[in-house]
């Protein structure tokens, strides 16, 4: 399989083979089914190297990353559109390993453990999902060898533990995040949108007005921000087919605890929910002023 503009790759051999530039390597991490979202990454990489430097994608579907009863069989594998995607917005390769190639040993008995953070939110709701997250990005940093690394805002709680492991582990890279990027009616894209019916679209909706409703009381501190977001997902409740709330957050992002009502400076509003049988996360970055 090849794309003009693009060259694929499936081992790290053949990764290591190519010449490093000296304006530097981006990587891009995915796990495919690639959209607009993760064009703007990749996009992103592009113009952080210039035309000089190398943008690397890399494609491949984490095992660890999914618990019992998750959707590991059933998630969307779209290589050959992925190339076309990755090559309309600039990338020079696309690294897609095995499961061989990245556990040659087999399943891992060494991971990363994603510590406290990694057990709130996201983590509460996907036992040791985090683990394998941070367990396949540390593995794929190692293999891709980037200068910089660049991940989706979208999955905030992700990439505030990416940042703490780097920096944490003393990873030789910077991890750059990119704004998240939504359809013109505001639902942030996803691979899992895939999976939602007509009308199951039509009530995620309330996700990103629950968020956006949030975001305009924020004049009024946590209290109102979280009451105001609560009151849209209320409503949400009742659609057909309804939306079920699994958390909404607002969380201080240096280690995603819940913000005080004094909370002053960066917080995100995070929530997830399930339409139908899919699960969706969203999340807006917010500044605080002083408490009034």
Do not use: W
């Not at 061989?100 to 996907?126: C, F, H, K, N, W």
């Not at 201080?252 to 899919?278: I, K, M, Q, S, W």
């Amino acid at each position: 399989m090849s794309t003009p503009g693009v060259d694929l790759l499936y081992t790290a051999a053949e990764l290591r083979s190519r010449p490093r530039p000296p304006a530097g390597r981006a990587v891009v991490m995915t796990m495919g089914a690639l959209h607009a979202g993760h064009a703007a990454l990749v996009r992103a990489a592009r113009e952080h190297v210039g035309a000089d430097g190398q943008v690397v994608v890399t494609v491949f579907v984490n095992p660890l990353q999914f618990g019992e009863g998750e959707d590991l069989d059933r998630y969307p594998r779209t290589l050959g559109a992925d190339l076309e995607v990755c090559a309309d917005a600039g990338a020079d390769a696309v690294f897609a390993p095995s499961v061989a190639e990245v556990y040659p040993g087999g399943d891992p008995q060494v991971r990363i453990t994603a510590g406290p953070m990694g057990e709130r939110l996201e983590g509460a709701s996907r036992p040791g999902h985090f683990d394998g997250m941070l367990t396949v990005v540390a593995k794929l940093l190692h293999l891709t060898a980037p200068d910089t690394a660049f991940f989706g805002e979208k999955d905030a709680q992700q990439l505030a533990l990416i940042r703490r492991m780097a920096a944490d582990l003393n990873f030789p890279v910077e991890v750059v995040g990119v704004p998240t990027v939504r359809e013109a009616d505001g639902l942030a894209l996803s691979s899992r949108n895939a999976y939602l019916s007509e009308a199951e679209r039509a009530s995620a909706l309330a996700l990103s007005r629950a968020l956006f409703a949030g975001r305009d009381a924020r004049a009024g501190g946590p209290k109102e921000i979280r009451a105001a977001a609560r009151a849209v997902l209320d409503d949400a409740a009742r659609l057909d087919p309804p939306v079920m709330l699994d958390y909404l957050a607002l969380v201080d992002p240096a280690d995603f605890t819940d913000a005080a009502e004094d909370h002053t400076g960066p917080a995100v509003l995070a929530v997830a929910a399930r339409v139908g049988t899919t699960r969706l996360i969203d999340n807006v970055p917010l500044d605080l002023g002083a408490p009034r």
